[in-house]
């Protein structure tokens, strides 16, 4: 399996901050980075795919970067909605999740 | 619209079986591949296994080798998720979800389906 590690794994913000999630592949993955949002009692929503590419209907202030082995998650401007977790997840070989990070209010 | 609705929640023993269901619709069911994905109290998500969209064919994680089925039935395209020597640690919310074109993202998600395993 190949080891995904997310940092950090929980981070404090404000409403207009920009906030920046690593995520980072024991071994190369090529753009197979996938991302996703998830908030209590909900299934994960999926916001980013291909490294970069942004999912249908999930708004422009997210962003994905990166290949190989480091790979970011951007939110422009944090909104009330934002607050939850993310996870990364890896699609090269089996499929395997970040250990998350939670976003909360400061 | 695309959709995934799951079975019901289940109380189990340990050493008994759970079988889950995921009914798909709004898309042609035999042309996506779909995977299971749990997720226990607390934890982060944990990948199980996934069916071939193309022939059904199941490719299981290693953790769950031995343990796990994963089948479907494309006449009511349903696809499902059989454990078996259930244990306390398999108390978990189980998902199934789409995997889409591109990076094999999961781009569906059903609702989940709570199994817990208490005496």
């Known amino acids: 399996d190949i080891q995904m590690t997310q940092s950090p794994s929980s981070l404090s913000a404000s409403v207009g901050d920009r906030v920046t999630i690593t995520c980072r592949a024991r071994?190369?993955?090529?753009?197979?980075l996938n991302w996703y949002q998830q908030k209590p009692g909900e299934a994960p929503r999926l916001l980013i795919y291909?490294?970069?590419t942004l999912q249908s209907g999930v708004p422009s202030r997210f962003s994905g970067g990166g290949s190989g082995t480091h790979f970011t998650l951007t939110i422009r401007s944090l909104q009330p909605e934002d607050f939850a977790t993310y996870y990364c997840?890896?699609?090269?070989?089996?499929?395997?999740f970040g250990q998350g990070t939670k976003v909360d209010i400061k | 619209q695309v959709q995934l609705v799951q079975s019901g929640a289940e109380v189990k023993k340990p050493g008994a079986s759970v079988k889950v269901s995921c009914k798909a619709s709004?898309?042609?069911?035999?042309?996506?591949?779909i995977s299971w994905v749990r997720q226990a109290p607390g934890q982060g998500p944990e990948w199980m296994g996934w069916?071939?969209?193309?022939?059904?064919?199941?490719t299981y994680a290693q953790q769950f080798q031995g343990r796990v089925t994963m089948t479907r039935d494309t006449s009511t395209s349903t696809a499902y998720m059989e454990l078996r020597s259930l244990r306390y640690d398999d108390t978990a919310v189980y998902f199934c979800?789409?995997?889409?074109?591109?990076?094999?993202?999961?781009?569906?998600w059903g609702q989940g389906t709570l199994v817990t395993v208490s005496s």
């Open positions: 979800a789409r995997e889409g074109s591109g990076t094999y993202q999961f781009d569906y």
């Open positions: 709004g898309y042609t069911f035999d042309t996506y591949a």
């Open positions: 069916l071939s969209g193309y022939n059904g064919y199941p």
């Open positions: 071994q190369t993955i090529s753009n197979y």
């Open positions: 291909a490294a970069s």
């Open positions: 997840q890896q699609s090269y070989t089996g499929r395997t």
